[in-house]
């Protein structure tokens, strides 16, 4: 079973190289990951890595989705891009920050 785009990668990865021992990252909306054994089989562990540490400054990220500062998500992918961006002087519309509201919702609508 497939949970996320890292997980894809890691089993995509290991058929490239023709080996297993393989850990996979995607970097998307956030962070994903994945790990395939010797033999190129999912494990079903490894795979959310997103809310790990990453930068342990007191004043690091917040991620409303996790209830600590400075996990992976907020420096890695889509969220960190449009974050570093306004750093870098780069104007985004606000709804695509990540403290927009529209960010921190699950919204299926097309």
């Excluded at 990453?54 to 998500?73: L, M, Q």
């Excluded at 750093?87 to 927009?100: N, R, S, T, V």
Aim: net charge negative; hydrophobic share 35%.
């Amino acid at each position: 079973k497939v949970i996320n785009d890292g997980e894809v990668t890691a089993v995509a990865g290991g058929q490239m190289v023709g080996e297993g021992c393989l850990f996979g990252i995607s970097l998307g909306s956030s962070e994903g990951s994945g790990y395939v054994d010797a033999d190129g089989n999912l494990t079903g562990w490894i795979n959310e890595n997103a809310y790990n540490p990453f930068d342990i400054n007191p004043e690091g990220a917040v991620n409303v989705w996790s209830p600590h500062r400075g996990d992976a998500s907020m420096y890695l992918g889509q969220r960190a891009a449009t974050r570093l961006a306004k750093k870098g002087g780069i104007d985004l519309p606000a709804d695509m920050m990540p403290e927009h509201p529209s960010m921190n919702a699950a919204s299926h609508v097309p």
